[in-house]
């Protein structure tokens, strides 16, 4: 009688296994190299027609980036990135970014944390097989849309959690807003997604807010600010600060009547420029920069001035656009001259947000309004990050106290 036998599987053995990490690392690089070379020649092929006086290209590839490793779930992967160069005068230029391999980055996240990462930056979800094979080797979890999909239920739970948050106890010195537009596929209208962040008293930039509004509406933002109040935000911010276009300002004069008015410079600017030929835009753009970079307001009410004078007879609507606001450009000049570059523009908001406008241009819209508010949850709270604090923190308890400004220094008064 024969002996009875058992089936088994065999195990790789750990000596089989370490032979093949080092291939799926060389296949993860060259994915990755493939990956990143095409998203190059595509940025500068979309350029091709900027040609400079002599007919050449003014974007062109100049050699590599400085190599760099960046640690994967197959181990380090070395990685060069095309270089590309700009040869347009430095008002004009351009600065690539990869979206794929962005300068920050070192090492890559978990598949969780990779995913959402992947999502918020541009890449749709038919090309995450490439770029997670790129990144973590092939064969790794989590590729399908299915999965995306999930998360993108668990980045909405979060932030319906994080939107009922209490506020009690909160006090933001200075607040930033904006309302940012984004594509629906499954619906008619745009969202308007209505963002607010703020300085607090120790100088640390935070989300306060990003709702779902009705195009930048007075209503939107009153619902908006009353619930903040409601969840215990009382203390009423120094200054707040966007375009003068928003609903915003309304809303904010009747639950925070006391908070001053700060007009964002580079709306402003644009929308006085967008009323002016293009072949005096540089000459008009210098004289704007001129107004909000003076010392002092003495100095800046004249620069104000010239520019009404030198543009007034034949472009009326350019001055009025600039004359409307005067008081609200030149608020910052009552606070410490440290705090200007955070005052005079919204780019706080404009720079996290900038990845949505992409975001909706890759993947010609979102779902859905619950998927555009979660996604731009999510980004933001990624970025929230590496937001850094408050040039001159060390000033906000002497804004807080009330202490007066007069161009950017303590007040003689004060002082004395």
Known sequence: MSEATTNSVALPSTSVVDQLTPVLREGAQRLLMTVIEAEVQEYIEARATIVGENGHRQVVRNG???????????????????????????????????KILPPYLRKTKSIEELLPWLYLKGISTGDFSEALASLLGPGCPGLSATTVTRLTKIWQEEHAEWSTRSLEGKQYVYIWADGIYSNVRLEDDKVCLLVLMGATADGKKELIAVIDGYRESEQSWME????????GLTVAPKVAIGDGALGFWQAL?????????????VHKTANILDKLPKSIQPRAKEMLHAIWMAATREDALKAFEAFLETYGAKYPKACECLKKDRDELLAFYDFPAEHWAHLRTTNPIESTFATIRLRTKKTKGHGSRKAALAMAFKLAQSASKRWRALNGSERLPDVIQGVQFVNGEVSDKEAA
């Open 64 to 98: 590599y980036l400085p190599e760099r490793t960046i640690q994967t779930g197959v181990g380090p992967i070395d990685v060069r990135q095309p270089r590309v160069h700009d040869r347009r005068p430095e008002d004009e230029r351009e600065r690539f970014t990869s």
């Open 224 to 231: 908006l600010l009353v619930d903040l109040k409601k969840r």
């Open 253 to 265: 004069t009747k639950v925070f009547p006391r908070t001053r008015h700060q007009r964002c410079w």
